[in-house]
Structures are given as C-alpha cells and as structure tokens.
C-alpha cells in the first residue's frame, strides 16, 4: 500500500473533546505535509452535501480510523450504530486499521474496539493514561502522532527507526520475526510448572528479594502497619518488577486465596499486572501535596472536600475490609525538584498517623539511566538524599533491620539466572534450555550482544520480553 494515506478521525461532539481534536490535527500536521496521510473529519463535510452519506462514504475508503473515545463517545448513538459497526468490520475484512486514542476516563475496556492498542502510553512504563490526564496534552498527543507515523511507515512498507535498527543488527524481541524465532525453539521446552504473573516480573535477584522478605518480616513482627521501600536502578534494569515480583512473593498466597482483601490496580490487557502510578510533582512542595491528595482520593474514591488527614483514616484508605493496600508509585530523575525529600517524609507522616486500617506497601520506583555503569553527579546527589531520608526514618523505628528501605543499584541479569528460570518451571534438559538462551542471544542488537560476550547477561527489560513469549506459549 502506498500513500498517502486516508485518515478517518471519529469524535464526539461535545465541549471537551473538539478542543483535543484540534490539538491532535497540529500534531499531525507534519505527516500530512510531507504526503504520508490525506485526514479527513466531518467538519469538512460542505455545506451542500448529505451529512450522513458523506461520512460513511469516507469512512468505506479510508486506510486508518482513529477513535477518539471518552464517555460522550462511548455514549454517541451514531457513533456506536453507524461508525463503529462499519469501522470494524472494514478492520477484520483488512481494509483498514482501528487506532483508539483514550481523551478522557471512561468505560474503555468495555466497547468492541477495546480489542485494539489505545494510545497514548507513558514512555517509561507503557501505561495507558487519558490524554487530559498527562502533566502535558500536547506531550500525549505527540505520542499519538509519533505512532501514528510509525503506522503508516508499516503500511507504506517503510520500516520504522525501531526496525531499521533491528534490522541492522538482527531482528529483536519486539519485532514479530523475532518472537517468532523464539517461540520456535521455546514451543519445544518440557514445562511442568504452571505459570502465573510472578513468572512475567524479573528473574531471581535473590539478594534483593532477601533484603525485602526480611525486611517485611521483621516489621510485620513489629506490628508496623506502613512498609517503605525505594528503589532506584536504570529503567533497562526494570525497577518496578523486583517490586511487582516481592508482591507476588510476600502476598501471592493471600491475593490468590482472598484477591477482594488486598487493594491493588491492576492492567488486564497486560496481564493482570499491578500498574505503577506516576508520582505527582508539582512545582513546590504545597502544590506536590494538593496532588498527592487528588491521586489519592481517585484511587480511593474519596469525596472531593475530604482532607488528607480525614482520607487516610482506617474508614477511608481503603475500606477496612482490606488487609494490605499496595501504593506504587513511579519518579523519573528528570522530574526530581529539591524538595522531593520532604514531600517524601510528609507522604510517610500522613500515613505513620493511622492507628488501624491496612498494611500498606508503598514502592517509590526511582529511574536513573545507566546508573548501574556510570552514574552522574545529579543521580549521585539523588541517591545521597535518599539514603538520608531512609537513615533518619528507621534510624528509631528499625534498629538492625537488614533492609532499610532503599534498593540500589539494579544489576543486569546473568544467563545463568535466566537458566535457572527455566529450570524452575520444571526444564531440567540442558539441550532444550541451551537452544533457548542461544535464540534470545541472536535477537539482541549489537550493543547487547557484546555485552553478553563480554559479562554473559542481559538487560531485564530485554528478559521481560523473552519472559513474555514463554508465558504466551504455555497458556493458551
């Protein structure tokens, strides 16, 4: 297929959602400019044409329909009896690709496009967040432009910069030629042990996963009811998994048994796997705290005029019937500010003032690039200010404790953790197992693969992926 392409925008009409439309149309200027796409959207139906015919006329030739939901989309009668009926049914004949674009929370796992990637993502976690939600809605909505460009390069039959580089290097796991290169020598392993999300988190990272265990069981002897812990490590690494992993480990039995008893987000169209939220940063530390409060009350569903302090009571957050309640957030170095430390401690002192109500975990994920190599000043000064913050908080409440709450660095994992994941799902043949870490070898680009040569490890993200095409295999 060849361009330009034609590009059907579907909307509401509605107050909040064309100004969103407007600002998507800016963004996509440049592909238009440079002859990669043709939009067509029903404001430029003229005057003296039949409104109705027109739109299906351009909706029955065109390549991408992009779906602008929100509740008033979700809610539009012509949109679900005219647009939606035909849109997809043009998308599984393959005359046209579906691109939902997620403008503001609603019901958006429940339409029949929900089958389809809704954009936009967070960059570092790839978790979905309304468009009216980001810190910056032109930032979300360049994500939009930037992946539909990346659509239209597939469809023209022009390969993105991802599989360019791929390509040069050798196909990677989030390429298809590459998973299925994997899953080829994968599909032949004797697994006997059923998989479960904790199979999808890191690999062992056994010092770690002891320092948390011991930790979580001293203090829970103690009777503490708030468990602190900060990580810090080079998003390559996968921070959040070691804590999503400690979850499953410490609580897996009690979610499996009695999910309703601990409180947790979770993402079904990954998984199940627990969502790690953004932590809010203002530009001072007031502001910081007014949106703590606001995450807080939408997590919990407070009421708007509840304070904090009320908020967090035992009949609050969350409801009593909870025995744990797993708050993980997320922190890029970029948006570090020098009073990050003391929204920290305030953070811990509104929830140090309950007397009852659930255990809760709390994860502040912090990333910093290539930390585990070389770190810089600016991490350095970072990683000083958070071991203080850890001193001066257990230093009275912790005497002794193996774990004082911050994890760092995070390394990359050797092959012989990945071997031994094998192993534990019950593949005890080296001779199935060694063609395996051989195929996830052959996929890495080649800065990883002289990594590999040179320190026989892996990036864990690059892991997650391989862990990924395992799970698919084995539960279908």
Sequence with gaps: MKGPLKVFISYSHNDSDRPLLEKLLKQIAPLKHN??????????????????????????HADIVVMLVSSDYIASEFVNNE????????????????????????????????????????????????????????????????????????????????????RANGYGLNTDSGKQALREVAGKLAITEEMSSVHLVNCNRQEVRDRFAQGFDERKKRGDKNHYYFLSACPRQMPPSVGERMIYELLGELIEEKPDTVFRQTDESNNDRIIIEKLPVGYNLEESQKQFKRTCARLFKWGKDISIEEGISAGKMPLPNYKYAILPFHIHKSAWKPFVPDYFRWIMEQFDRRTCGPGVLFFFVMFHENLHRNPDR??????????????????????????????????PVSEEDVDMWLMDLGEMKMVRRSPVIEALVSQLPKDEKEQYRNEKTFNMDRVELFQEVVFEIYNK
């Design 83 to 166: 647009e939606v009926p035909l849109a997809m049914k043009r998308c599984e004949e393959g005359h046209c690709r579906i691109v939902p674009v997620l403008l503001r929370s609603c019901m958006h796992d429940v339409p029949p496009y929900a089958r389809y990637e809704y954009l936009p993502k967070e960059p570092v976690n790839q978790r979905l967040l309304p468009v009216d939600q980001w810190d910056k809605t032109d930032k979300a909505l360049e994500v939009v432009a930037r992946r539909l460009h990346e659509l239209c390069k597939i469809m023209t039959g022009e390969p993105n910069a991802d599989e360019e580089r791929e």
């Design 378 to 411: 600016e991490s350095e000064a970072i990683i000083r200010s958070v071991d203080e913050l850890c001193e001066s908080y257990f230093e009275n409440r912790d005497p002794g404790c193996i774990s004082k709450g911050h994890l760092y660095p995070l390394h």
């Design 35 to 60: 002859k990669l796409i043709e939009i067509w959207e029903d404001s430029l139906i003229a005057p003296s044409y039949e409104w109705n015919d027109e739109i299906m006329k351009q909706l029955n």
